[in-house]
C-alpha cells in the first residue's frame, strides 16, 4: 500500500501524540494514588493545630531584645546578608503602625506606633501560598504548620506575592558564605529557593517547643495547640484579648498578638 | 543549489560530535581507565538494602526516602533486614557509614562523569552524632 | 530545505539585521549564565520587590499574543475579506510572542532546571497551572493554524475542513489566556493594587490596543522593506480597533483612579500615589508613568481624528505611542506598583541591572529573530504563490 510521506509523517505524529497522551494520563492517575494521607508525628488521635500566641508588652519589656531571632536564625541556618534588598528572615520585628496600620492613627502613632512586633510566618487556616504554588512545593500539613519543600521548588516567587504579610524570603543568592556559624544539625537552603517560618517542625518532632519560644526570657511567645481547651495558648486566648494580622482577608492565622 | 558540499560538511560534523566520547577520552590524558577503589565502610558491613541493588538503584532509593520523609511525615525506614533507620543522607548515610564522601561517592561519580548529586548544597555531609534534622 | 533557502537569501540589511540580533541573543545568554552561576542576585529584585521586569514583560507579551484574535475574528467569522492577508501574519506574531513569554518565565526561575516539576506534579488550584494550558495550547492552536493556512497557499490547495473549527476555538481561546493571565494577579488577597475585578478587562483592552498597533507598524515595515501590502483598509481598521481598544482601556484606568480616590481607602490609594506621586522619597517611576498617560492621549488623538489616522507618518507615530504607553504601564507599573508598598508598607527601589536588562533584551532579539524568519517564510510564500 503505498502511503505518501506527509500522510506518513501525520500519522507518525498523531501515533506519538496518543502514546504521550496516554502516559500522561497514567501518570496523573498514579500520582492521584500514590498521595496518601499524610500522618502526622504525633501520636493523640485528634488532630493537632499548632498556633502561637505573642504577648507584645512582655515582648518590649527588654529594649532592643532579639534573642528568639538570633535563636531561630542560628538554628535553621539562616543566612545573614547586608543588603536589605536580598534579605532572608524567619522572624523579625517591625513598628506597630506597620503591622496593623489600619489600627492606629494621628492620635496614638505617638504612644504605640513605634512599638516592636515580633512577625513570623502566621501558618494560616487558608493559606493564599499555597493556593498558588504551581508545583506543591508549600503545603499546609495536617498538624497545622505551612511547610516548604526544598527539594521541590522552582523558585517563582509566587507564594511571596500570595503572602499578604510579607512572611517568606528567597534565596537570590548562595546563602552559605553568609551563614556564620553552620548548625550541622540542620540542613542549608540553596541558592533560588523560599524560606520562611517553619514552626520549628523538627523539635515539635522531638516534643520540644519552637527556638524562639524556648529562648526567651520573659516568655512572651506561647506556643501550643490551638485544638486543645486546655493548652498555655489556648488559656491565654480566652484571657487576655488578641488579635490577627489583617483577619479580614480570611486567611485564619494562627498566631495571635496579645495586645 | 548543489547540496554536495553542504551534506558533506554536516555529516562530517555530525560523525565527530557523535563520536566525541572515543576521541575526547583518547585525548583526554587524565581519563582514568581503570575501575574506581572505593574506600568500604570499616564499622558496617551491611547497607540499608543489598549491595547489588545499591549499586543500581540509590538514587531511587534516596528520592523515596525524600519524598516520604519530607511530604508524608514517614521518617523511618524499615530495611529488607528488618533494621530499622532513619531516612537521613547525613544521619543514617553519613554518619553510619559513609563518613567521607570523596573516598566513596565522587569515586564512582567521577569516573562515570556522573554530576555531583546536589543534596550536599544543602545537607551536611560531615558525621553528625546527636539526632536532628536530617 | 525550502525553508533554509527562504531565510537565507536576502540583502545586506537583512543580514546585518540578523547578526545584530544573535549578537544580542548572545549577550543575553551570557548575562544568563552570570544569573545561573550567582543567581537573581545579580538582577535590581528584592525580598519586597519580588517580581520585576521578567514577570513585567510576560504578562506584557501575553497580551501582544492574545491580539491576534482581532484579525482572526473579523476575518474567519465575520467574512471581512480585507484582513486576509494579515491574519497569517496575525496568527505567527501570537506564536512569537508565546514563545518570548516562556522564556521570561524561564529566565525568571530560581531553579529552572526543576521547570518541569510544574508537569510532574500538576496544581489545578494554582492559577499557574491554567496559564501554562492555555499558553501552551494557544501556541499550539496558532502554530498549526499558521502552518496549514501556508502550506494550503504554497501548494494552490484550498484549507483542510478540519482547521476551521481550529480557528474558532482559538477566538474565545485568545481571550481565554489573557483573562487567566490576569487571573494570575486579581486573585490575591494582599496585593490591593492587583485585587480589582476589573484587571482581567483591563488586560483584555490594553492588549487589543498594543497587539493590533505592533502588528500596524510590522505591516508598514514590511510594505517599506519588502513591497508586501497588507492592504489600505486593513491597516485602517486594525487603527480603528486600536482606537477602541485605547480609548476602553484609558476608561478603565480612569475608573480604577475613581475608586481609590474617592474611596479614599489608604490601601487603594496608595500604589497609584507610588507610581504617579511618588511615596517615601521615592519618585524614580513618577516620570515613566505620566508618560505612559501622555502617549496614550497623544496616540487616542490621532487614532480618533480620520485625517491623521489616514496618513501614514502620524498612523506609525500613534502606534508607537500606544505600544511604548502599554509597555511603560502593563510592562513596568503594573508589576512593581502591585508590590510597593510591600505589606508592611516599605517603599523598596526596583530598577533592573545590566544583566538583568541584557537578558531582557536577548530575550527581545529572539522573539525579533523568530518573527523575521516567520515573516520571511510567509512573504516568500506570498510572492511565490
Known amino acids: 500500500m503505498k502511503i505518501t510521506r506527509k500522510d506518513f509523517l501525520r500519522l507518525s505524529g498523531l501515533g506519538l501524540l496518543a502514546v504521550a497522551g496516554g502516559k500522561a494520563v497514567r501518570a496523573v492517575a498514579e500520582r492521584k494514588s500514590e498521595q496518601t494521607p499524610e500522618q502526622t508525628s504525633t501520636t493523640s488521635a485528634k488532630a493537632v493545630r499548632w498556633g502561637m500566641a505573642i504577648d507584645l508588652e512582655k515582648c518590649r519589656r527588654k529594649d532592643g531584645c532579639g534573642r528568639c531571632i538570633k535563636a531561630c536564625h542560628s538554628t535553621h541556618n539562616v543566612p545573614q546578608f547586608a543588603d536589605r534588598a536580598h534579605e532572608v528572615k524567619w522572624i523579625w520585628k517591625e513598628p506597630f503602625k506597620n503591622v496593623f496600620p489600619a489600627s492606629q492613627s494621628d492620635y496614638t502613632r505617638d504612644f504605640f506606633g513605634d512599638l516592636p512586633v515580633l512577625l513570623a510566618c502566621n501558618h494560616c487556616d487558608d493559606p493564599p501560598c499555597v493556593g498558588v504554588c504551581p508545583v506543591d512545593a508549600t503545603w499546609k500539613r495536617a498538624n497545622g504548620v505551612v511547610t516548604i519543600d526544598f527539594h521541590r521548588c522552582i523558585g517563582c516567587r509566587y507564594c511571596m506575592a500570595a503572602c499578604p504579610y510579607g512572611a517568606r524570603s528567597f534565596n537570590w543568592q548562595d546563602p552559605r558564605p553568609a551563614i556564620a556559624n553552620v548548625n550541622p544539625d540542620f540542613p542549608t537552603r540553596t541558592m533560588g529557593v523560599v524560606e520562611k517560618c517553619n514552626f520549628c517542625e523538627e523539635r515539635l518532632a522531638k516534643g520540644l517547643g519552637p527556638a524562639c519560644a524556648e529562648s526567651c526570657e520573659e516568655k512572651a511567645i506561647v506556643f501550643g495547640d490551638l485544638e486543645r481547651p486546655d493548652s498555655e495558648v489556648r488559656k491565654l486566648l480566652h484571657s487576655r484579648f488578641a488579635v490577627q494580622r489583617k483577619p479580614e482577608l480570611g486567611t485564619g492565622p494562627a498566631v495571635y498578638y496579645i495586645v | 543549489m548543489n547540496d554536495r558540499p553542504l551534506i558533506l560538511a554536516g555529516l562530517t560534523l555530525f560523525v565527530g560530535l557523535v563520536t566525541t566520547p572515543i576521541w575526547h577520552g583518547a585525548l583526554d590524558r587524565n581519563a582514568a581507565l581503570a575501575a574506581p577503589q572505593i574506600q568500604l565502610p570499616t564499622q558496617e558491613k551491611q547497607c540499608v538494602a543489598p549491595a547489588s541493588y545499591m549499586r543500581t538503584s540509590h538514587m531511587q532509593l534516596l528520592e523515596h526516602w525524600r519524598d516520604e520523609a519530607v511530604r508524608d511525615g514517614q521518617r523511618q525506614f524499615i530495611a529488607f533486614n528488618g533494621k530499622s533507620y532513619e531516612k537521613s543522607p547525613t544521619r543514617t548515610c553519613v554518619t553510619e557509614c559513609h563518613t567521607d564522601r570523596k573516598e566513596f561517592c565522587e569515586r564512582c561519580h567521577d569516573y562515570a562523569a556522573v554530576s555531583d548529586s546536589d543534596c550536599w548544597h544543602c545537607h551536611n555531609d560531615s558525621p553528625r552524632a546527636s539526632r536532628g534534622m536530617p | 530545505m525550502v525553508i533554509l533557502v527562504n531565510t537565507s537569501t536576502g540583502k545586506r540589511k537583512y543580514w546585518l539585521w540578523i547578526t545584530s540580533l544573535l549578537c544580542a541573543m548572545l549577550a543575553g ?131 483542510p475542513g478540519w482547521i476551521k473549527p481550529v480557528i474558532l476555538l482559538s477566538i474565545p481561546w485568545a481571550i481565554s489566556i489573557h483573562t487567566v493571565t490576569a487571573f494570575l494577579y486579581s486573585g490575591l488577597a494582599g496585593r490591593s493594587y492587583w485585587l480589582t475585578a476589573i484587571l482581567a478587562p483591563r488586560f483584555l483592552a490594553s492588549a487589543f490596543a498594543s497587539g493590533p498597533a505592533l502588528l500596524i507598524l510590522l505591516c508598514l515595515l514590511l510594505r517599506k522593506l519588502t513591497g508586501f501590502d497588507a492592504g489600505r483598509d486593513a491597516i485602517q481598521k486594525l487603527a480603528v480597533i486600536v482606537a477602541y481598544a485605547l480609548a476602553i482601556n484609558i476608561f478603565l484606568i480612569l475608573a480604577e483612579v475613581f475608586t481609590a480616590f474617592y474611596s ?122
Open chain 3, 29 to 159: 545568554s551570557l548575562c544568563y549564565v552570570l544569573q545561573l552561576m550567582h543567581g537573581l542576585a545579580v538582577t535590581g529584585l528584592s525580598r519586597d520587590v519580588s517580581w520585576g521586569l521578567y514577570i513585567a514583560q510576560f504578562t506584557f507579551f501575553v497580551g501582544v499574543a492574545a491580539s491576534a484574535v482581532m484579525v482572526v475574528l473579523p476575518y474567519y467569522l465575520h467574512d471581512y475579506g480585507q484582513f486576509g492577508r494579515i491574519t497569517v501574519l496575525g496568527e505567527l506574531l501570537a506564536v512569537t510572542a508565546v514563545t518570548m513569554c516562556i522564556l521570561f518565565i524561564f529566565v525568571d526561575l530560581g531553579q529552572p532546571a526543576r521547570v518541569f516539576n510544574i508537569v510532574l506534579h500538576p496544581q489545578p488550584r494554582s492559577v499557574v497551572f491554567w496559564d501554562m494550558i492555555a499558553l501552551s495550547g494557544y501556541l499550539l492552536m496558532n502554530a498549526v493554524i499558521a502552518g496549514v493556512t501556508l502550506t494550503a497557499r504554497r501548494e494552490q490547495v484550498p484549507v
Open chain 3, 264 to 385: 479614599e481607602i489608604p490601601a487603594h490609594e496608595e500604589h497609584f500615589k507610588y507610581l504617579f506621586l511618588g511615596l517615601n522619597g521615592d519618585h524614580h517611576l513618577v516620570p515613566w508613568m505620566w508618560l505612559s498617560v501622555l502617549l496614550s492621549w497623544v496616540a487616542l488623538a490621532l487614532l480618533l481624528v480620520p485625517t491623521w489616522r489616514h496618513n501614514v507618518r502620524l498612523l506609525t507615530v500613534a502606534c508607537v505611542c500606544v505600544f511604548v504607553s502599554i509597555w511603560l504601564d502593563k510592562g513596568l507599573g503594573l508589576i512593581v506598583g502591585g508590590l510597593v508598598p510591600s505589606p508592611l508598607g516599605a517603599v523598596t527601589r526596583y530598577a533592573p541591572t545590566l544583566p538583568e536588562s541584557t537578558i531582557v533584551l536577548g530575550v527581545w532579539a529572539s522573539g525579533a529573530l523568530m518573527i523575521t524568519v516567520l515573516y520571511k517564510i510567509t512573504l516568500s510564500v506570498w510572492k511565490d504563490n
